[in-house]
């Protein structure tokens, strides 16, 4: 059996031949793809592929208010449009469907969206050059089996969704499982690859068994400390550890196997620092909404460890974004949410450092009156914003900490 | 302390719409047996801080009741 894609909590184990029986038999296609299935999500996206229709994907816990920021609608329906059968011939195997992957057309689209410095999350749109860079295709790679720990809307997962399936391999989700869950997948289908946030191999951890199978592990997103690492190896030991640095503009840009980041000899003139800050030239970065000068601020302080060749190391974030296990948080995108709350007069939302998840949301509120209570805002903020960026941790003040100037305190 | 620990669980289960427990045994594990997630986890470890000034998971995970249990008797 060739599988494509498995995932046990909704029991569903689909082939590739599956896959490509359900693809000849679609004849709608809806640019915006929002599912909280990971299968048609995949789907989604090889279809637009194959036609050379644009697509749009959007997070499946994205609440009304957030999509009507994004994209000005909440409801897709009616761009759900027939698909030209004549124009679009029925796939006949595996190797025929990744090698039309392969050729999509010049003009085919596919738009993410990043977290945003500005309040709202920021549209950045790829082609399929700038969204595969990254991707090996090789012989040695055709019997990869993936383990996908990833949102499949976000950057990264999208990166491992290319791998594995230019590949032709399998991919086994194990986002969402428990570590036992995640485990036994391991084990049971010979997981080869991985590649998770540092928050994800930490609630691994600690393990008494061990997994041969595993011969990549790949990790990015927030800094990966070396007991995670030393940890990993030993329940990992046949396993490469790599640690990358993506962004949502750029895709994946270096690896490196420790802390230390090197580049490679074509994008000599395509990297450089500005007062420690990481820049990178345009011409490696997808199409966004807000214009990019020649040199794309990454916002990604560094430490140079020699010039020539250039190798560094990432120390923190420039601006105020907050991580959250590898999700980046804008505070003001969530300020802007909780202010919303007629009861609520001011609000400042700030992280608080934290073993298991880097960091973690956390707010002061001045009520104008006592009946509001933390989860009766909680409660609120589910429908306007994402799970990972509602406040763990409210605190009722009477006025707002600030710095000297005036200014908000962040931390 | 059992009966505090089992409700500052609860809060983090209540904040989000999950099932409160009626008791905890120290051989429940946070994430197997209650639910819980990364999310949970991190709010878990605030509380647990605000209470006893002690961060649970500062020399690795913590994965039972009885773990954290442990602790924070041995603090």
Known sequence: ?411 | MELKILDIINTVLNNRGKTNLSSIRPEMHLRNDIGMDSLDLAELTVRIEAEYDIDIFEDGLINTVGEILEKLKNN
């Open chain 1, 1 to 411: 059996m060739d599988l494509f894609f498995e995932t046990r909590q909704q029991g569903v184990i689909l082939t590739w031949d599956i896959l490509i029986n359900d693809i000849n038999n679609s004849t709608t296609y809806n640019p915006y793809c929002k599912s909280d299935s990971y299968y048609e999500t995949f789907k989604n996206i090889i279809t637009s592929m194959l036609i050379g229709e644009k697509i749009i994907l959007l997070d499946s816990d994205f609440t009304d208010s957030e999509l009507i920021n994004l994209t000005e609608h909440s409801n897709f329906s009616s761009y759900t449009q027939e698909i030209d059968k004549k124009s679009f011939p029925l796939i006949q195997n595996k190797r025929e469907l990744i090698s039309n992957l392969r050729e999509t057309s010049k003009n085919w689209k596919i738009t993410l969206f990043t977290s945003g410095t500005t309040g709202i999350p920021k549209k950045v749109t790829h082609n399929y050059d700038s969204i595969t860079r990254f991707v090996k295709i090789s012989d040695r790679n055709s019997d990869n089996i993936w383990g996908f720990a990833y949102n499949p809307t976000h950057m990264a997962g999208i990166q491992v969704f290319y791998q594995a399936v230019l590949n032709g391999n399998t991919i086994i989700k194990l986002f969402g499982l428990t570590p036992n869950e995640i485990y036994r997948e391991i084990k049971e289908n010979n997981i080869t690859h991985i590649s998770a946030t540092p928050t994800f191999y930490r609630l691994l951890l600690p393990c008494d068994e061990s997994f041969q199978s595993v011969r990549r592990i790949t990790s990015g997103g927030e800094k990966f400390n070396k007991k995670t690492i030393h940890q990993l190896q030993d329940v990992f030991p046949e396993a490469k550890i790599t640690n990358v640095y993506a962004t949502t503009e750029t895709g994946t840009l270096f690896a490196s196997n420790n802390d230390i980041f090197s580049i490679k000899p074509e994008y000599k003139n395509l990297i450089r620092t500005e007062n420690d800050e990481l820049l990178i030239h345009n011409s490696l970065i997808g199409n966004t909404n807000t214009n990019i000068n020649e040199w794309y601020n990454t916002g990604d302080l560094i430490e140079i460890i020699t010039e020539d060749p250039l190798r560094f190391k990432f120390i923190s974030r420039k601006s105020d974004m907050i991580n959250v296990g590898g999700y980046k948080v804008n505070p003001l995108e969530v300020e802007e949410a909780i202010l919303t709350i007629p009861e609520i007069k001011n609000v400042r939302v700030f992280p608080k450092s934290n073993s298991v998840l880097g960091n973690i949301i956390c707010c002061e509120v001045v009520c104008v009156n006592e009946e509001i209570s933390e989860s009766s805002i909680r409660i609120f903020l589910q429908s306007k914003i994402q799970e990972f960026k509602i406040p763990r941790i409210i605190k009722f003040v009477d006025e707002l900490s600030t710095t000297r100037t005036g200014k908000i305190k962040r931390t």
